[in-house]
């Protein structure tokens, strides 16, 4: 018989909206490559209006803080 491992994943659910009227391709991808550059591993969920991320325990401060970096270059 198979063995069945399962590793549990501490996160919280971080809700992002886009702002209306902009598109939104690559919107998640480009937040998770950012996070990616900073050694974070993240799970994307893509919902109709809004999508989540869910961030490592413990690391929502510095999601927090890169994500305000990103959004204040643009």
């Known amino acids: 018989a198979a063995e ?6 501490e996160s919280q659910s971080n809700k992002l909206l886009s702002p209306q009227g902009r598109p ?6 480009r937040i998770a490559t950012e996070l990616a550059a900073a050694g974070m591993g993240v799970n994307p ?4 209006y809004h999508d989540h991320l869910f961030i ?8 927090m803080t890169l994500l305000k970096a990103m959004a204040a270059s643009r």
């Open 56 to 63: 490592p325990d413990g690391r929502q401060d510095e999601a």
């Open 24 to 29: 939104r391709i690559g919107f998640i991808a």
């Open 45 to 48: 969920v893509s919902a109709f």
């Open 4 to 9: 069945t491992r399962t590793k549990r994943y």
